[in-house]
Nanobody, 122 residues
């Protein structure tokens, strides 16, 4: 059974930075793909970023490209989302997700964390 636990959310002023963590248990991240999604109040969940470690590819939503970076630490079996130049519109609950299958759709995942709140004040 794969479990994902996010941490690192909080309140930050516009222009600030946060780093979200996604600790995995049950499987090794290096053999799969990790993604980040977010859901703002009253809105649908949206894709933020993903990385397929096995093939070395990363994907970003246009709204975060150049500001957010997805990465991992194999030794800690943890994925990260570094968020810089944060904007009020980045406010949302952020979820990490993982899969250990190859899907054509890089936004498709099988396992989800519980979410962590990110609030950016203006």
């Amino acid at each position: 059974q794969v479990q994902l636990v996010e941490s690192g959310g909080g309140l930050v002023q516009a222009g600030g930075s946060l780093r979200l963590s996604c600790a995995a248990s049950g499987r090794t991240f290096s053999n799969g793909a990790v993604g980040w999604f977010r859901q703002a109040p009253g809105k649908e969940r949206e894709f933020v970023a993903a990385s397929r470690w096995s093939v070395g590819t990363t994907y970003y939503a246009e709204s975060v490209r150049g500001r957010f970076t997805i990465s991992r630490d194999n030794a800690k079996n943890t994925g990260y989302l570094q968020m810089n130049s944060l904007k009020p519109e980045d406010t949302a609950v952020y979820y990490c997700a993982a899969t250990f299958r190859y899907y054509m759709d890089y936004k498709r995942f099988d396992y989800w964390g519980q979410g962590t709140q990110v609030t950016v004040s203006s």
